[in-house]
């Protein structure tokens, strides 16, 4: 993964549960609506070879990461499995630990001060603020008060319309996941919809000009 990259489309799309009949249109949908980064949890039965084949899809189109890295296991896996940036839910500084030694992008999860900063000391790349839902996007203000060089990868209930808000206070990148990787339209093999979806999100974002 390239940070540079990422810094200049901050979004990263959250890919969980899904079926591997359906990932190669899937992925196909995900670049054609003009996503460059996305991961797929560990949590999801069949990840290693999901991402196998996501890679083999998309090729250099996409960037492909493994999230909800819980063990150094997981981080083993993925890795070869071919990820290229390693995404958590909380801390892990074992993981952490190898990601900063053989640089490669790494996204710990936390919420409170504490565990912002102890993310931040650890070597993260960004720290994932999760769950951002339930605080809103002026927690993430509060957040770069004192902590105003830690960089913020807002994680849960961003969207196409609060998505402004959320740079506006202190973002420097945002996710999605279920709200638009919907049960329902992945089962319904309904990607024009989904892509249609990641569209409005991406546009949501350019819209924002010179606040980015």
Not at 51 to 61: D, L, M, P, V
Not at 88 to 95: A, C
Not at 114 to 121: M, P, S, T
């Amino acid at each position: 993964m390239d940070i540079v990259c990422f810094k200049k489309k901050p979004i990263l799309g959250i890919l969980r549960g899904v079926e591997k009949e359906i990932i190669e249109p899937l992925i196909e949908a995900v670049i054609d609506a003009g996503l460059e980064t996305l991961e797929i949890t560990m949590n999801t039965t069949g990840a290693a070879d999901l991402i196998k084949k996501a890679k083999q899809t998309a090729g250099s189109r996409l960037t492909l990461g493994a999230g909800t890295v819980l063990t150094q296991q997981d981080l083993k896996i993925a890795l070869n499995s071919g990820a290229s940036f390693i995404v958590s839910p909380v801390l892990i500084k074992e993981v952490v630990s190898y990601c900063v030694k053989n640089d490669i992008p790494v996204f710990p999860g936390a919420l409170t001060p504490q565990e912002v900063y102890q993310a931040h000391e650890s070597g993260a790349t960004m720290v994932k603020v999760f769950p951002a839902k339930f605080f809103g996007p002026e927690y993430l203000k509060e957040i770069r008060g004192p902590f105003n060089k830690i960089e913020l990868l807002a994680c849960g209930g961003v969207t196409s319309t609060n998505l402004k808000n959320y740079f506006t206070c202190g973002a420097s990148g945002v996710t999605f996941g279920a709200s638009i990787f919907r049960k329902d339209l992945l089962e319904g093999k309904n990607f024009k919809a989904i892509s249609e979806e990641i569209r409005k999100f991406i546009c949501a974002w350019e819209d924002l000009g010179s606040i980015r």
